[in-house]
């Protein structure tokens, strides 16, 4: 391949068709440039085995394994390796490039991170590693310096598959101790105890991961290989919540079981541990919605409320044009007797008041007021003055009519009217007295109102009970109504909850003969057409919102997915 390799400094050379730019990253076996691919337009990091290791089988076998390793895999949360050589006897890796941090530069002042950002991160490095224990290959080294968080998102992409599948000969024993010394305090029990591994190994990790993004720290801080050995294999970590107060019980649990001594007590699988923290993000941003979610008014309470408020409207607006009526219909008939009396007791005591027998007279009034039923009868001569009357005191002197308001004439020129004696309402009639058509006097008589209006108050009294029990019977039949109505509502909804957590097997099992059992149906076809698609495309093709799609495949070369930018500024990350 023509071109020559870069050397320690940060030369621009030309590696292949690499032009190289400069130095992003360093570590102990690799140094990380920047490069740029011209026939494709795209930016690229090239990984290099340093001169001084490349005389080393075992170092040149690790880092082809690596390369291998990588270049296996394609998954939007693993980095992409696209190009595998060796120049000058150099083996180096073309590697997607990416502008983010190691999680281990975003915790390494100790501040424990959002618990949504720990859920979406974590869903992606579950989903990343089941698809590489589903390959064959357990990546061994999961900490958060090979945890890439893209810059501005919540994304995350795993690097340095370096160790990736490591055999244990004798001859690279030293290699190995090197690996372990470096990151010790992320090892799983069996590793620690030297100890067959798989994928479980790796999902111990990815529980030491969590609990210190959760808490800011490590759950184990021996500052030894032997004491870090012996607390990961023996001793448990402080309770988390002690840690992290507040912490969902979910999540406490997870992480706990992440952390399992045993494997077989662990998630079995990175696809079950990934589904489990989605259950824990959904629930997290569900209580999120119910908080924000203003207070509802259930549709039972809000049914019969307005149903209850319209009918007393409409009753009470029909009560008063009822009771209206009904007062002025028995007014009517008050009056209309009033007069007719007043008539009468006029036409009786006619020819008495011609010939001015009003002894007579006085008898008569006597007699009208024993019936109890007049508050006053008084009888005027023609002259204006009082002849007799109920109230002795006004007999003999001129006849001073009440302030009084007029309510009308009837027949025979009677005058009616409404005036107050002591407080209380009177109803007044005057009638003349004619004789031969010739007017000798008149008669003033006085109706009480009082019954007439104890009559209608009683008759509004029972018309508001008439109202009550109405709206209190409507009330609480529409409450029951309603509620039958937010049952299936509510079974949809929650229903809808359960195929959000991930449950696409959930059903309604309710059998109904109306509109809800045609909404039952269409949802069960939803759900059992959501479980198709989800069997269909798996649950490793399914990334997180925050997860972007897979990069498309290289033009050439051995195309995979696994790089490592890791940076000691800003700009590109690689991890050497």
Not at 125 to 150: C, E, F, Q, T
Not at 336 to 347: E, H, M, N, V
Not at 481 to 493: E, S, Y
Request: hydrophobic letters at 45%; aromatic letters at 6%.
């Amino acid at each position: 391949m023509p071109g020559s390799a870069p050397g320690n400094g940060t030369p621009v050379r030309q590696v292949g068709r690499y032009q190289i730019h400069e130095r992003i990253g360093s570590g102990a076996m690799a140094s990380v440039f920047k490069a740029h691919d011209p026939s494709i337009g795209r930016d690229v990091a090239i990984k290099f085995l340093l001169p001084a290791l490349c005389e080393e089988e075992a170092y040149r076998a690790r880092f082809l394994r690596e390369a291998r390793a990588a270049g296996g895999l394609s998954h939007p949360n693993i980095v992409t390796v696209y190009d595998v050589g060796e120049i000058e006897g150099r083996p180096y890796m073309a590697m997607e490039l990416v502008e983010g941090q190691p999680l281990s530069d975003v915790m390494e002042h100790g501040k424990p991170l959002a618990l949504k950002d720990v859920l979406v991160m974590g869903i992606q490095l579950a989903r990343a590693l089941d698809y590489a224990h589903s390959r064959g290959i357990v990546h061994r080294d999961i900490k958060p310096a090979n945890i890439i968080r893209l810059k501005g998102s919540r994304t995350i992409k795993v690097t340095d598959f370096g160790i990736a599948h490591m055999d244990s000969p004798a001859g690279e024993h030293r290699t190995r101790v090197g690996d372990i010394l470096g990151t010790p305090q992320y090892m799983s029990p069996e590793q620690a105890q030297g100890s067959k591994i798989d994928g479980r190994s790796d999902l111990f990790s990815t529980g030491i991961v969590l609990y210190q993004m959760l808490t800011g720290q490590r759950p184990f801080l021996g500052e030894s290989l032997v004491t870090l050995a012996v607390q990961i294999a023996n001793e448990e970590p402080p309770p988390i919540d002690k840690l992290r107060p507040g912490l969902p019980p979910a999540m406490r649990r997870l992480v706990e079981r992440c952390l399992a001594k045993a494997p077989e007590r662990r998630f079995q699988s990175g696809k079950e541990l990934a589904e489990a923290l989605n259950r824990v993000l959904v629930d997290l941003e569900e209580s999120k919605r119910e908080h924000e979610r203003p207070r509802i008014v259930p549709l039972r309470v809000k049914w019969a409320a307005m149903m209850a408020l319209i009918v007393a409207a409409v009753m009470a607006l029909t009560a008063t044009v009822i009771t209206q009526r009904q007062y002025a219909s028995m007014m009517s008939q008050v009056t209309d007797y009033g007069a007719a009396l007043s008539r009468f007791i006029a036409a009786q005591n006619a020819v008495a008041a011609l010939s001015e027998d009003w002894i007579a007279v006085e008898v008569a009034v006597e007699e009208i007021m024993k019936t109890g039923d007049f508050d006053s009868v008084t009888v005027i001569d023609r002259e204006g003055l009082v002849r007799a009357a109920s109230r002795d005191k006004l007999v003999g002197q001129a006849y001073k009519a009440p302030t009084s308001e007029l309510l009308g004439v009837r027949p025979g020129n009677v005058q009616v009217s409404r005036y107050l004696v002591g407080g209380e309402t009177v109803l007044g009639f005057e009638a003349p007295i004619i004789f031969q058509d010739k007017r000798v006097g008149w008669v003033a008589l006085g109706l009480p109102e009082r019954p007439l209006a104890q009559v209608a108050r009683l008759s509004m009294v029972l018309m508001a009970v008439l109202v009550v029990v109405t709206v209190l019977a409507v009330a609480i039949a529409m409450y029951f109504v309603a509620d039958w109505f937010a049952q299936p509502i509510k079974l949809i909804g929650e229903s809808m909850a359960e195929v959000a957590r991930g449950r696409y097997d959930h059903r309604i099992r309710e059998t109904r003969r109306d509109e809800f059992g045609l909404l039952y149906t269409a949802f069960d076809r939803m759900a059992q057409a959501l479980q198709d698609r989800h069997s269909s495309l798996g649950t490793a093709s399914m990334p997180h919102a925050d997860t972007p799609p897979p990069p498309p495949p290289a033009p050439a070369g051995p195309t995979a997915a696994a790089t490592t930018p890791v940076s000691d500024g800003p700009g590109p990350a690689p991890q050497a």
